[in-house]
């Protein structure tokens, strides 16, 4: 089955009761027994919901995976992943990533003995170097958060193998629609769905997909246990949102490298941060992982200023200044002030994330209005 079949279809039937064609929003807490543990498939509603379920059977489709487990965000996601892990545990991390990624490995698992070592995981070298007898767990976001480098997931499963290491991708900027790291050897794929899932900024959502059958149970067994679970009602959204996924990202993926191109040639910019160009240090990499380059670009001023960062973010018209990413509409976002503010500034400066480097999620509007509300948000810098 196509991808842009099984986002339609998989995990779908009509409803039974009803012959209704969109999975119904089961609002229950709750459901009748005729017996005490004689049931149809469903006892209470964090451990099962029929809504839910279905969204788990369609993002493992669209994986390529055996299971989906879903939460109710995708930091909530994370979290399970990292409650596989055991005191004196360590985990080697992409060195640039998401904000919040880097405060939950530090800020609360690390006093749980759970140490992360954050490496340039686009050079094999250090991640080699890194490994020990206590490394369970690589975590890796490709692209990058918001750098956008690119790492090579099989490259890193190769490292991983034999070692009692767990591979996990944070897919969140590519979408499955763009990449797909079961494929590549990955052990598990996490997402925040709030973003390119959902995509249209109306609901926090997160999923974690996997192939194998114990690695799954050990994470329905985490999503009951602690309960970080989504309600019908998020998963109905998610679930409507990825009928349109392909659509979407294909669209998104055409504005961005047009809304690149745009800036690599801006005088006021000093550099632009997509993977789509053939400069780009990964380029080959994403081409071969990837089936486009996706719809995230970032791009440093000239003057490499808050103050000149703020004149952009403040006069945009079209983009919107706010947190998130992966809707219809576009973004606009500052990430040492906003998502990778909980980072320190010399851990930021390392990784190339400078005060005036600007994030774009690029949307689906007419390109040419978004290239025009960018040329007139600089004009006065």
Known sequence: MKFGTKAIHAGVEPDPATGAVMTPIYQTSTYAQEAPGVHK??????????????????VAALENGAHGICFSSGMAAMDAVMRLLNPGDEIIATNDLYGGSYRLMVRVYQKFGIKAHFVDMTNPAEVRKAINKNTRLFWIETPTNPMLNVVDIRQMTELAAGQNILVCVDNTFASPYLQTPLDLGADIVVHSATKYLGGHSDTVLGAVVVKDDELANQLHFLQNAAGAVPGPHDCFLVLRGIKTL?????????????IARFLQGHPKVSKVYYPGFKDHPHHETAKAQMRAFGAMVSFDLQKDTFEDAKRVLSNTRLFILAESLGGVESLIGHPASMTHGSIPREERLKVGLTDSLIRLSVGVEDVADLIEDLEQAMVNL
Do not use: D, F, S
């Open 246 to 258: 392909h659509l979407r990202v294909e669209r998104a993926c055409k504005n961005a490298k047009k």
């Open 41 to 58: 498939g469903y006892e209470y509603a964090r451990t099962q919901n029929p809504t839910r379920t279905a969204l788990e059977a369609n």
